[in-house]
């Protein structure tokens, strides 16, 4: 009988040590990106959202468009977010809204 989890429990105890490791960094470099995305002015987050529409979808930018839309839902009113999603989801395929003038703006210096 073969199984996933090693019987050893020496050996066990070693594989749950290494996958808590690996979550913890997962989480470390979660965390990293998500400051770096709030670090974003408005106009560079909404080229970053504009920039990932016509690129492959893959599980690793389905991660990086969920930070953004994230950090975009922060920024916005519920209304204005609304808005935009609306705005992308009835737009012609295609067609990309860019989350820019959903943003608020800056006040003036």
Avoid at 33 to 49: C, D
Avoid at 81 to 98: K, L, M, R, V
Wanted: net charge neutral; hydrophobic share 45%.
């Amino acid at each position: 009988m073969t199984t996933d989890t090693p019987q050893d429990p020496f050996a066990a105890f070693a594989v749950a040590q290494e996958q808590r490791a690996l979550r913890e960094r997962a989480d470390r470099s979660q965390d990293l990106a998500r400051a770096s995305i709030a670090r974003l002015t408005g106009r560079r987050l909404a080229e970053s959202w504009m920039a990932t529409n016509a690129a492959p979808m893959t599980a690793e930018l389905a991660v990086v468009r969920g930070w953004l839309m994230d950090e975009l839902q922060n920024r916005m009113t519920a209304p204005r977010f609304n808005a935009w999603i609306d705005a992308e989801c009835t737009a012609p395929a295609g067609i990309w809204i860019s989350p820019l003038r959903y943003l608020p703006t800056a006040p003036a210096a």
